[in-house]
């Protein structure tokens, strides 16, 4: 008897999928369709998604109708978000897209390993729920949140172990901006391989 809600994959706890502009790091403004998945357990205190913490909450849902949901849109790049979507096996939801001709996005901590096959890896490692080395190692972008100064050396500390041609990017944490962003501007001109991210889909009221 197969006691696997998630069928190997072909289901998923689906939180909400939808069509927007990436509003963060190195793909900021790029049409995209959003596949948010349920279940968490870093636990961020500031997280604006912990509505997706419980899995219990969403249902499995059938990943072909999500991959026909997604390819009813113009966008090209498709993002995995979470929660922590590498909770998951993966495998079947990004070949199905895959075989669409689709872009694929992840967003994770790195706090466990990963599945399935993606065009671009955006690493957000957090202190609490360190990431893989092997997902430093794949990442395409590191994004880490600034809640105070003293992220900066865990930024650091994450930058020395991500490969060469990977993206750097501070991101102040938006219920504290108003007291981070300008550190934030003065780390990054003092050390210019870093960049500024900021979440431009706040400001234009999209999700």
Sequence with gaps: MNNDPFKGGRKL??????YTIQ???????KPAYFIRLGGCDVGCRWCDAKITWNPKAYPPTDVDR?????????????????????LYPLDYLTGALKERGLEIFLET?????????????????????????????????????VETEDDFEWAERNAARTNGACRLYLQPEWSRF????????EYVKAHPKWNISIQTHKYMRIP
Excluded: N
Excluded at 119 to 145: F, N, T, Y
């Design 178 to 185: 108003d007291s981070v962003i300008a550190p934030t501007v």
């Design 66 to 86: 999500i991959v026909e949901r997604a390819c009813s849109f113009p966008a090209q790049a498709i993002v995995i978000t979470g929660g922590e979507p590498s």
């Design 23 to 29: 509003g963060e790091g190195f793909h900021t403004g």
């Design 109 to 145: 901590s790195g706090a466990h390993p990963l599945s399935g096959r993606f065009d671009w890896i955006c690493l957000s490692p957090k202190k609490q729920h360190p990431p893989r080395e092997e997902i430093l190692a794949q990442a395409g972008e590191l994004k880490v949140i």
């Design 13 to 18: 706890p689906l939180v909400e999928d939808f």
